[in-house]
Nanobody, 127 residues
Framework: QVQLVESGGGLVQAGGSLRLSCVAS????????MGWFRQAPGKEREFVAA????????YYAESVKGRFTISRDNAKNTVYLQMNSLKPEDTAVYYC????????????????????WGQGTQVTVSS
């Protein structure tokens, strides 16, 4: 059974930083793209960042470009999201996601392009 488990969320002041982690189990994702999405109350889930299976390319939403960094460690089956210069509008539940097709086309930034999802971790940024 495939599981994605996020951690690292919490409460932080505006301008602060958090690092989210997502550990995958049940299969290896070393040949699969992975991403982060977020969902604020009353809003649709939106794309945040994605990383290519090899780790050599990344793709970001305009709203987080320059502030967030996605990375991965395939040996640990883990993907990270380093979030700096956080803003109150970054407040949301953050979800890790993985695509099940090996070496899929790139980039992928739509929810329907991801097949596995974590349960989410809450990030709250106070002003």
């Amino acid at each position: 059974q495939v599981q994605l488990v996020e951690s690292g969320g919490g409460l932080v002041q505006a301008g602060g930083s958090l690092r989210l982690s997502c550990v995958a189990s049940g299969r290896t994702f070393s040949s699969n793209h992975m991403g982060w999405f977020r969902q604020a109350p009353g809003k649709e889930r939106e794309f945040v960042a994605a990383i290519r299976w090899s780790g050599d390319d990344t793709y970001y939403a305009e709203s987080v470009k320059g502030r967030f960094t996605i990375s991965r460690d395939n040996a640990k089956n883990t993907v990270y999201l380093q979030m700096n210069s956080l803003k109150p509008e970054d407040t949301a539940v953050y979800y890790c996601a993985a695509n099940k097709q090996s070496y899929a086309r790139w980039p992928i930034a739509r929810t329907y392009q991801y097949d596995y999802w974590g349960q989410g971790t809450q990030v709250t940024v106070s002003s």
